[in-house]
């Protein structure tokens, strides 16, 4: 009788021991002893849903042929345990395997079912947001969410659907009762302020938004990054990728301080204008096809010579039709590029990071484009008008596994589209005007201490505003002057100069960094140098106001050479140095002339006097010294008592 008992449980217990052992061989890669053991097992229980799940991710793991045979398996476990995620969630594999429309059918039931029983089930929400989710999708995906409503990640995750959805009533309220659960959270409170600036709220989301990056070394998912990572430049993700989580706040307010369009308004206006472009490629320029070959396989694309090959319908009446040529004015970190060509990301491409074709991707960043042309319903060119030239670039349907298509790409067909492309995909803009091209000159000097220092500007304009920001992104100073010199002060260190001017009814804008020298008398240093075609007195206010921004001066006018000089020794209350004002001629392409030194004007001086914390170096060069035409300028001062030696910057005029 005991020995009866013991075969009996050998006999139950042995099916699970195989399970364990087809487990172990399926995870060495041993797929045919794998299989083998599973298929007996199905044969001995064809209803077991753990058997059937197991044979069905044999079957997904063999090569190529099995998929079909591992979806019709994981669909029978999923109905025969409709509890479990396990079968849906190999099922969404198995489509995603699958690739193409129909893998993504079948992904999108398995991972949808898999939201409903178990959001948190391994990496589905990720799979899941890597199909194509057009409106009834996004409703289902709410819909399987909201069974889990209360739990963070859940409510989360729906909320961003809702968002998609444009349904932003609903979403609302879910983010702020997520933002009372946890305060400290910076992902509710990032996603409120993208619903509000979607919905044209932009006062109410400033707050919220600066808030949440406040909070962003908590953002372990880079949300934030992933915000506004489609208008960064290839600088800014490289410096994303070095910032570590403490400095990650710093980063964006500079991030969005350089793209500031006004410095006379209270909000920065382009942050919503971002994510209203955001709003709107969602809606026109997602990805229909994001399951396809195209955008996971690099060896697809190689292979299929998808960018650039062989034409297709219209295209030699396209190259007839149209010409583009690159502008001349390129940012110095684009010159020279031979061309655009899809971004190397392994076997994904860049649409995935947003879900959005190659015209939603531009339209992020520059808006609308300022023309644009259908050639068919394969292709569309758009051109955008930029300082110095016009911008085109085509795109045409190049995923699928046809000709001519699938998702639009850019597609270069005549010369200058490879590089408008590259550039377009690199660089963005705002869409308020700032049509007026000018020019400024920044002299730095010695604030009103030793640890200040003051940046005077001197633009070519009739009303200008500027304002520096550190390196935590928030403005300092600023300031505001017509026809007037403009002071920054602020403690040494680097900077970014935001300035606005405006003349004749139009708007320039300028932004870029910009370092402050100390000059706090420790050591020898010239403060930068003024220029003034006008009688006025050795003083810097009186220099500031009379010096030109362009340096071109009439040759019948007594010229003032103004800079200051800190730092300088002193014997028995007395300073002493050398100055040395080197005059260089220049030709038109801006090099000196006469390479002997020929054209080298060198006018020296000894000075001596009472010494003090600033030390006024001045020179008047009398109407007619020297000939029309451009000359470069230094300054070299040696301090006779310290032996010390400083030169300056130099600055380059022009005599008319």
Not at 89 to 104: K, M
Not at 179 to 200: F, M, N, V
Not at 392 to 401: K, M
Not at 619 to 634: E, H, M, S, T
């Amino acid at each position: 009788m005991l020995g009866a008992v013991l075969l009996l449980a050998v006999q139950v217990a042995r099916p699970d021991t195989l399970l364990v052992r087809a487990e172990v061989l399926l995870a060495a890669g041993d797929l045919a002893a794998a299989r083998r053991v599973a298929e007996w097992l199905d044969r001995a229980r064809p209803d077991d849903p753990r058997i059937l799940t197991l044979l069905g991710r044999i079957h997904l793991a063999w090569p190529t042929v099995g998929r079909f045979k591992a979806e019709s398996l994981l669909t029978r476990a999923a109905a025969l345990d409709t509890a479990n995620p396990e079968p849906c969630y190999y099922l969404g594999l198995v489509g995603i395997a699958l690739r193409g429309d129909d893998g993504e059918m079948i992904a999108r039931r398995g991972l949808t079912r898999v939201l409903e029983l178990e959001p948190l089930y391994r990496d589905a929400w990720a799979l899941w947001r890597g199909l194509y989710r057009g409106a009834a999708e996004l409703r289902r995906g709410a819909a399987a969410l909201s069974r889990h409503a209360g739990e963070a990640a859940p409510d989360i995750w729906r909320s961003q659907l809702l968002i998609e959805l444009e349904d932003y009533s609903q979403a609302e309220p879910i983010l702020t009762s997520l933002i009372a659960r946890d305060p400290e959270d910076p992902l509710a409170r990032a996603l409120l302020a993208q619903l509000l600036y979607e919905s044209g709220r932009d006062a109410e989301a400033e707050p919220a938004y600066s808030a949440a990056i406040a909070r962003v070394a908590a953002d372990t998912g880079s949300y934030l990054w992933r915000q506004v990572r489609s208008i960064a430049s290839p600088d800014e993700r490289a410096a994303w990728e070095r910032t570590d989580p403490v400095g990650r706040a710093s980063f964006l307010r500079r991030f969005w301080a350089y793209r500031r369009p006004d410095l006379g308004t209270r909000l920065n206006e382009r942050i919503g204008e971002h994510f209203r472009r955001v709003r709107v490629a969602r809606y026109r320029y997602s990805l229909l096809h994001p399951n396809s070959l195209y955008h996971h396989s690099r060896r697809w694309r190689e292979w299929g010579n998808i960018f650039g090959g062989p034409g297709g319908p219209g295209r030699d009446e396209v190259a007839r039709e149209v010409r583009a040529e690159p502008p001349p004015d390129v940012p110095a970190s684009l010159a020279g590029t031979a061309g655009y060509a899809p971004p190397d990301d392994g076997d994904r491409t860049w649409n995935l990071e947003d879900n959005l074709d190659d015209r939603g991707r531009i339209y992020v960043r520059y808006g609308p484009p300022d023309d644009m042309r259908a050639w068919n319903l394969d292709a569309e060119t758009w051109r955008y008008r930029v300082s110095g030239g016009e911008l085109q670039v085509t795109f045409a349907r190049r995923t699928g596994a046809y000709d001519l298509s699938g998702d639009p790409v850019v597609t270069p067909f005549v010369r200058g589209e490879a590089f408008s492309a590259f550039y377009l995909l690199a660089t963005d803009r705002t869409a308020a005007p700032a049509t007026l091209g000018f020019s400024f000159r920044p002299v730095p000097f010695r604030g009103g201490s030793p640890w200040q220092t003051e940046l005077l500007l001197l633009a070519d304009s009739v009303r200008a505003t500027a304002a520096l920001f550190d390196e935590d992104g928030r403005e300092v100073t600023r300031d505001s002057a017509t026809n007037g010199p403009l002071r920054l002060t602020a403690p040494p260190g680097r900077y970014l100069l935001a300035l606005d001017v405006e003349r004749g009814g139009q708007t320039g804008r300028y932004r870029d960094t910009v370092p402050l020298p100390p000059f706090t008398g420790e050591v020898l240093a010239l403060s930068g140098m003024l220029l003034s075609a006008r009688r006025v007195p050795a003083d810097r206010g009186e220099m500031a106001r009379a010096a030109p921004a362009r340096l071109r001066v009439p040759a019948a006018a007594p010229l003032r050479f103004y800079a200051e000089l800190y730092g300088l020794a002193a014997a028995a209350g007395v300073s002493r140095y050398a100055a040395s004002y080197v005059f260089e001629r220049l030709n038109r392409r801006g090099e000196p002339l006469g390479r002997d030194g020929s054209g080298r004007t060198v006018i020296g001086f000894r000075r001596e006097g009472p010494a003090r914390r600033v030390m006024v170096e001045s020179l008047v060069i009398d109407p007619g010294r020297f000939q029309p035409g451009r000359y470069r300028l230094r300054l070299e001062v040696r301090d006779a008592i310290a032996g010390s030696r400083v030169v300056s910057t130099t600055i380059d005029f022009e005599l008319l």
